[in-house]
T-cell receptor
Framework: DQQVKQNSPSLSVQEGRISILNCDYTNSMFDYFLWYKKYPAEGPTFLISISSIKDKNEDGRFTVFLNKSAKHLSLHIVPSQPGDSAVYFCAASEDGNKLVFGAGTILRVKS | DVKVTQSSRYLVKRTGEKVFLECVQDMDHENMFWYRQDPGLGLRLIYFSYDVKMKEKGDIPEGYSVSREKKERFSLILESASTNQTSMYLC?????????????FGSGTQLSVL
């Protein structure tokens, strides 16, 4: 039973446009959420995170939004660049414990 | 730069063989983790360790064991490899602070069991 779900296996976006990646979770005890990015033949790298006491966190072109009542978070990338093409994993943790990952979304940014 | 090094990028083993996957980190992290990545399933936690000689089962520990004799090294052991253990294996490490769950990953080992 997956506690973190990324329901879109893939997403294709034109360069310069906004990419929106979505993530849903079921465990209401999760209090910290993260996004990781993975290129082929490399390990995932940390991208951005948000604590459950916030509803938005921004870092350059990347913004994460958290809607606790809906148990939903999203990652916005604007403007999207070809180098953003990768697999994006949503992850969550409870009380500083181990991370639970979603299945990932493949993002393709077309130039 | 944090470095998490996995000893092999690719491994091919036969069914029934004992397989060792090694992972070393250079940041004095307390926590270390082994995940496997499969298409459509994402990263699933096999085992983790919060200290030397300490280990905890993750979500899918069956068929695996681990060893952490030194703080910097965390080994994953497949006692008798089976074809359903063909996967990408990812090691990760991180600090013990509850306010920092960020993990640093190795490049992965693609294991094929024939």
């Amino acid at each position: 039973d997956q506690q973190v779900k990324q329901n879109s296996p893939s997403l294709s976006v034109q360069e310069g446009r906004i990419s929106i990646l979505n993530c849903d979770y079921t465990n209401s005890m999760f209090d910290y959420f993260l996004w990781y990015k993975k290129y082929p033949a490399e390990g995932p790298t940390f991208l951005i995170s948000i604590s459950s006491i916030k509803d938005k966190n921004e870092d350059g072109r990347f913004t994460v939004f958290l809607n606790k009542s809906a148990k939903h978070l999203s990652l916005h990338i604007v403007p999207s660049q070809p180098g953003d093409s990768a697999v994006y994993f949503c992850a969550a943790s409870e009380d500083g414990n181990k991370l639970v990952f979603g299945a990932g979304t493949i993002l393709r940014v077309k130039s | 730069d944090v470095k998490v090094t996995q000893s092999s990028r690719y491994l091919v083993k036969r069914t029934g063989e004992k397989v060792f996957l090694e992972c070393v980190q250079d940041m004095d992290h307390e926590n270390m983790f082994w995940y496997r990545q499969d298409p459509g399933l994402g990263l699933r936690l096999i085992y983790f360790s919060y200290d030397v000689k300490m280990k905890e089962k993750g979500d899918i520990p069956e068929g695996y064991s681990v060893s952490r004799e030194k703080k910097e090294r965390f080994s994953l052991i497949l006692e008798s490899a089976s074809t359903n253990q063909t996967s990408m294996y990812l090691c990760a490490s991180g600090w013990a602070s509850a306010t920092n769950e960020k993990l640093f990953f190795g490049s992965g080992t693609q294991l094929s069991v024939l």
